[in-house]
């Protein structure tokens, strides 16, 4: 797994060259060695999830919809990379659940999309699902929001196969804890930090 994010990193710095959209990767510090999280990131275009798992510091997998493997080019990373997932069907749904509860036994980092589908809205973001928060408090592992800008300009959500050269980044903010506190309450503290510095940079 390692190796293949080695090379799923140099194979997106290469590309992001080619269509001249530069990166910059902020808050890298608040992942402390030996420690593995549930990453949540806000979701506004296709090209998040390829462009933000390679640059998660250590091995890690994603959650995506079964549909995105057949992706042309993006695919490879989704079926290598992420759980993959048919919403429609339940069976799916559990499975999905109980193999990103092994993503983190095996000390990977789970990285997840709690808006659940691209954000189509005129909003900074939609309400996020419990799905990640639930994990966590199971789990016991710590919340690490980051906010991903650019990608929506960069592959507009209503053009096919679109790329605009433009300034993206990724910021990770500081672990969230999941002790003591339920699942709703755990959304809305993650979903607040992430609006309030998304709003804030506008």
């Given at each position: 797994?390692?190796?293949?994010?080695?090379?799923?990193?140099?194979?997106?710095?290469?590309?992001?060259?080619?269509?001249?959209?530069?990166?910059k990767?902020?808050?890298?510090?608040?992942?402390?060695?030996?420690?593995?999280?549930?990453?949540?990131f806000?979701?506004?275009?296709?090209?998040?999830?390829?462009?933000?798992?390679?640059?998660?510091?250590?091995?890690?997998?994603?959650?995506?919809?079964?549909?995105?493997?057949?992706?042309?080019?993006f695919?490879?990373?989704?079926?290598?990379?992420s759980?993959?997932?048919?919403?429609?069907?339940?069976?799916?749904?559990?499975?999905?659940?109980?193999?990103?509860?092994?993503?983190?036994?095996?000390?990977?980092?789970?990285?997840?999309?709690?808006?659940?589908?691209?954000?189509?809205?005129?909003?900074?973001?939609k309400?996020?699902?419990?799905?990640?928060?639930?994990?966590?408090?199971?789990?016991?592992?710590?919340?690490?929001?980051?906010?991903?800008?650019?990608?929506?300009?960069?592959?507009?959500?209503?053009?096919?196969?679109?790329l605009?050269?433009?300034?993206?980044?990724?910021?990770?903010?500081?672990?969230?804890?999941?002790?003591?506190?339920?699942?709703?309450?755990?959304?809305?503290?993650?979903?607040?930090?992430?609006?309030?510095?998304?709003?804030?940079?506008?």
């Amino acid at each position: 797994m390692s190796f293949f994010m080695a090379l799923s990193r140099i194979w997106m710095r290469v590309w992001l060259f080619l269509i001249a959209c530069t990166l910059k990767i902020k808050g890298l510090h608040n992942f402390k060695k030996g420690e593995n999280y549930i990453i949540v990131f806000n979701h506004n275009a296709l090209l998040d999830i390829p462009l933000s798992s390679p640059f998660v510091p250590g091995a890690n997998k994603t959650i995506a919809k079964s549909s995105f493997a057949k992706i042309p080019l993006f695919g490879i990373f989704y079926k290598k990379g992420s759980i993959l997932v048919d919403r429609k069907n339940e069976k799916s749904r559990i499975n999905s659940y109980e193999n990103m509860k092994k993503v983190l036994e095996k000390n990977m980092h789970m990285c997840i999309y709690p808006e659940g589908t691209r954000n189509r809205t005129n909003q900074d973001l939609k309400p996020f699902y419990d799905g990640a928060f639930k994990l966590a408090i199971e789990t016991g592992k710590n919340i690490v929001p980051c906010i991903i800008k650019g990608t929506k300009v960069a592959m507009p959500i209503n053009k096919i196969f679109y790329l605009f050269p433009t300034k993206l980044s990724m910021e990770f903010l500081p672990p969230v804890s999941s002790n003591n506190i339920n699942t709703k309450d755990l959304n809305k503290k993650v979903f607040d930090l992430m609006h309030s510095k998304i709003k804030n940079e506008l």
